[in-house]
């Protein structure tokens, strides 16, 4: 595998992309979306919201925990999971910020 070269961009760009690698699919999209509507944690109405398996769940579950969007904790079997409101702040922060960087070129540059 090869390098990934990370080192020869700054901080926000190398943040950028790990927010947006981590919000690239569909899947987590939902999860995401269905936290946010039950605002409340979740355990297992995951799996039965989702046309997924558990095993696949749960990894979808383990890149939203690993960038800190979601957070969960122990209720006996189960893990609960709610999304971690700092966190959520400090991405949408981040992604507006890129995307309201105004547009240099006009409709005649291409």
Known sequence: MGVTKT?????EQNQVATYAKALAHPARIAILQYLLKKQTCICGDL???LPLAQA??????KE?????LIKGT?????VCY???QH????????LLNL???PVACQDSCC
């Open 99 to 101: 995307f309201s960087s």
């Open 74 to 78: 122990v209720e006996g079997t189960s």
């Open 64 to 68: 939203l925990k690993a960038i800190g």
């Open 7 to 11: 080192q020869n961009f700054t901080q």
């Open 82 to 84: 709610c999304i971690d």
């Open 56 to 61: 696949t769940v749960s990894q979808h579950l």
């Open 87 to 94: 966190k959520w702040e400090e991405v949408r922060d981040v």
């Open 47 to 49: 799996v039965e919201e």
